[in-house]
């Protein structure tokens, strides 16, 4: 059903969507450390929602009879500047992930393969939510600046974020 250049485009990609799971895990740690227990709830449940679209790869591919092949997740990085640094490098990887999305929707298109298109059109919309909501809070923070009060009340907003 699919071929052996969009199989492993999917499964590579998989493992992208894992390494930003385990990305923000990292940031979540880093927040902790540093009693930023708002900020890491919110974190670590977009740790946890992108392993969940790793997942949505790892189904797909077995129902188009594909074969799925875990590769090794690259070290993230565990330490930032501040809050901001970290917020910023968040909007650089979800861009970087767009872009990569974009690469395996013209593949599918390059491919005819209608199917891989329209599951991968879920992750273009999820993409366009992802890249603003990180946006909104490096502004956010960008207004805040060192202003103790404003951080603290952001990081009590960051944590009322509960699973979706
Ligand atoms: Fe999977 O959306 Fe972020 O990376």
Do not use: C
Not at 15 to 42: C, V
């Amino acid at each position: 059903m699919i071929s052996a250049k969009m199989q492993k485009a999917l499964n590579k990609h998989l493992n992208e969507e894992l390494f930003s799971s385990y990305l923000y895990l990292s940031m979540a740690a880093y927040f902790e450390s540093k009693n930023l227990n708002g900020f890491a709830n919110w974190m670590k449940l977009q740790s946890k929602e992108e392993y969940f679209h790793g997942l949505k790869f790892y189904d797909f591919l077995h129902q188009v009879g594909g074969r799925v092949t875990l590769s090794q997740i690259s070290a993230p990085k565990t330490d930032w500047k501040n809050i901001k640094e970290v917020f910023t490098e968040t909007l650089e990887h979800e861009k970087h992930i767009t872009d990569l999305i974009n690469k395996l929707v013209d593949l599918a298109i390059l491919e005819k393969n209608h199917a891989t298109n329209n599951f991968l059109q879920w992750f273009v919309n999820e993409q366009v939510e992802e890249v603003a909501t990180a946006e909104d809070l490096v502004n956010k923070l960008e207004m805040i600046g060192d202003n103790k009060n404003g951080l603290f009340m952001l990081d009590r907003e960051l944590g009322t974020r509960t699973a979706e």
